[in-house]
C-alpha cells in the first residue's frame, strides 16, 4: 500500500503535536520530542504540526541558555497530542496553568505523552487516576505516593 493511500498517513497530515516547557525544562527531552515529531517527514507522505508551548522565553534546566517558545500555554489545550517534558523539581507542584491546559487537552480528547518525571504533572492534572504509569526510577516512590489513585 502507498502512503498517499493510508488512512493513517492522511490523519497524520492534520496532526498538531504540542509540547509544553516552563522554566527548568530538561533541554534533551525538550529536542527528543520536537525531533521525533518536528522533522520533515514529506517522503512518508505526512508531516505533523508541531508547536513548543510555554509561559514565554523559559531558562532550560541547567540555565546555560533560554527557550523561547512558538505559542502561549493555552495553545496546547488545543493539540492531538500533548507531549510534557520532565518536570524540573518533581517535589514541587506545576503551575497552575500548566494544569488547566493538560485537564483540557484530555477533555479534548488529545493523546498525552509524558517523559520521565513529567509523570508526576500529568498524575498532578489528575489525567492518570485508575491508570497505570510509571516515571523515572528516582520518581516512582514520590509518584505512588502523593498519587495513590494511580497505579
Known amino acids: 500500500m502507498s502512503n498517499d493511500s493510508c488512512p493513517v498517513t492522511e490523519a497524520r497530515a492534520e496532526h ?40 514565554g522565553p523559559v531558562a532550560c534546566a541547567a540555565g546555560m541558555f533560554t527557550i523561547t517558545p512558538s505559542e502561549p500555554t493555552s495553545a496546547a489545550a488545543e493539540a492531538d497530542t500533548l507531549i510534557v517534558p520532565g518536570h524540573p523539581d518533581p517535589g514541587e507542584p506545576a503551575p497552575p496553568e500548566m494544569i488547566e491546559v493538560i485537564r483540557a487537552a484530555q477533555i479534548g480528547g488529545a493523546r498525552i505523552v509524558s517523559f520521565c518525571s513529567g509523570a508526576l504533572v500529568l498524575a498532578e492534572a489528575r489525567v492518570l487516576d485508575g491508570l497505570e504509569a510509571t516515571t523515572h526510577w528516582m520518581y516512582t516512590d514520590l509518584l505512588a505516593g502523593q498519587f495513590p489513585a494511580v497505579k
Open 16 to 55: 498538531r503535536v504540542a509540547v509544553m516547557v516552563d522554566e527548568g525544562t530538561n533541554p534533551f527531552e525538550l529536542g527528543v520530542a520536537t525531533e521525533a515529531f518536528g522533522l520533515e517527514r514529506s517522503e512518508l507522505g505526512w508531516q505533523y504540526q508541531v508547536s513548543v508551548c510555554g509561559p
